[in-house]
């Protein structure tokens, strides 16, 4: 056949679209939004060639209106995960043969189809099934997964142009294999970008997948999948399952030809699937690879030479954009006292300023968590807040589960730093600060660094450059993902790989060709032009 040494189309960041009253991709988007959420639509696993309907159907209500039923997922069985395991290493072969052009044209063409036709969809249905608002639903669902599977080709090409030298009369290669086996996706609610990347990303290295959304992202999950297949992936590369979580990956973990994990969840979860691979380490024909970004109690600090509008903005933006449910999110924050009250001030004119309620409204900033029990959590630390003798909240603290799952965005304001908002994960919209005294800013480094198990993102505020130098090297270890004088969310695909280490995961940098190295077996190849034809050296020779 034809070959070619192949440039791919150019690559940059797909420019994200402002919506603004009157602009044709808002009415776009207000219009599709109308129409898919009058529809109640069925959503079936995909494994092999096979749409499979189990007829054990399950509701999809959107957190902003629970009563509301937009659709149903067709709930499976560990006989439909041994089916998709089967479909994945049927395809296999055909698969990691495939030339790596006609792979990466079929995520290019993706990407180009989510830019287009595919925009408003996916949007919208990230808006219905996720409650995120307008702006949120775009950078994440449209974006940034554009971004990833355009990202990802020109990564893949880096790889595969990264060759050893050779020597004379030796031609030295390395060619980057697809991993022997199957691979397994778990992904979260929060981000329609991640839960396609995970599955995609080791597609595109050659590798065959069982995917398992979140049941809380099934929406969205369903025009993932209309998109691969329209753009041409082979039925078998990336099979979906709406399976149990426990189970299926018991069933995925047990086989023999399991190759390796791709996950973005709890750290509970994670430890215990590591765990999992450990103890059946014994019957795998290969050693797994295991990659899994886990969340974070992220941070910000703020020294007294910061201005207060800036860090204002960023705590209420870090905090409070969709809702905190973002792995990356400011959890919390440590102020200089002489700076807080200035801060206290911007955070209340915003926050006063900041509308709740269905992201249909697009002047809506914040919507719905995402379901009752994540509702139920954020109420019982703003409750325990309320009657608490180290915290006070200082703006917020209303809930209201009558429609959606609505929490106000909270800020509590402890005075004791290890006070349990202060150190645990929440993932809704809750801020808890503690101010310092102004000569305590290095005890205040040491008290950021040690209080929290992760190490996902963090962010240091100062005008005087000794401070964030002294700061960027006692936080070194404190997040994966550091800023300076900016928000701790918002990771870029080429721009800010993103992963944390600690508790907050392997640090495998999706948005990265780091990643993408995690999903690829290195063979080296040697080939020898002439080959010797004596074994005797030189310096056998006699005196």
Known sequence: ??????????????????????????????????????????????????????????????????????????????????????????????????????????????????????????????????????????????????????????????????????????????????????????????????????????????????????????????????????????????????????????????????????????????????????????????????????????????HKSSDAQEVATALVRGAFEYQGQKCSAASRAYVSKSLWPKVEKEMKKALDSITMGSPEDFSNFVTAVIDANSFKKCKGYIDRAKKSKNAEIVFGGKCDDKVGYFVEPTVILASDPHYESMVEEIFGPILTIYVFEDKNWEKTLELVDTTSDYALTGAIFAKDRYVLNQGIKALENAAGNFYINDKPTGAVVGQQPFGGARASGTNDKAGSAMNLMRWVSVRTVKETFVPAKDYRYPFLAKD
């Open 1 to 302: 056949m034809p070959k070619g040494i192949y440039q791919i189309p150019f690559v940059a960041n797909e420019e994200v679209k402002s919506y603004v009253p009157g602009s044709p991709e808002r009415e776009e988007l207000q219009a599709t939004y109308k129409k898919m959420y009058k529809q109640v639509i069925e959503v079936p696993q995909y494994i092999g060639s096979k749409v499979v309907k189990s007829g054990n159907k399950k509701e999809i209500r959107p957190p902003h209106d629970h009563q509301h039923i937009v659709g149903y997922y067709h709930e499976g069985t560990q006989d439909d995960v041994k089916a998709a395991i089967d479909a994945a290493l049927k395809a296999r072969r055909d698969w990691a043969n495939m030339s790596w052009e006609n792979r990466a044209a079929i995520f290019l063409k993706a990407a180009d189809l989510l830019a287009g036709p595919y925009r408003a969809r996916i949007n919208a249905a990230t808006m219905i099934g996720q409650s995120k608002n307008v702006f949120q639903a775009e950078i994440d669902a449209a974006c940034e997964l554009i971004d990833f599977l355009r990202f990802n080709v020109e990564f893949m090409t880096q790889i595969y142009a990264d060759q050893p030298i050779s020597s004379e009369g030796v031609w030295n290669r390395v060619e980057y294999r697809p991993l022997e086996g199957f691979t397994f996706a778990i992904t979260p609610f929060n981000f329609t970008a991640i839960s396609a990347n995970l599955p995609a990303s080791m597609a595109l290295m050659g590798n065959v997948v069982v995917w398992k959304p979140s049941d809380k992202q099934i929406y969205s999950a369903e025009i993932i999948m209309e998109v691969f297949r329209e753009a041409g992936l082979p039925d078998g590369v990336i099979n979906m399952v709406l399976t149990d979580g426990a189970a299926t990956s018991k069933t995925v973990m047990e086989h023999p030809d399991f190759a390796g994990l791709h996950f973005t969840g709890s750290t509970s979860v994670f430890k215990s699937l590591w765990k999992q691979i450990g103890n059946n380490i014994d019957i795998y024909k290969t050693y797994p690879r295991i990659v899994g970004e886990t969340g974070g109690k992220d941070f910000v600090i703020a």
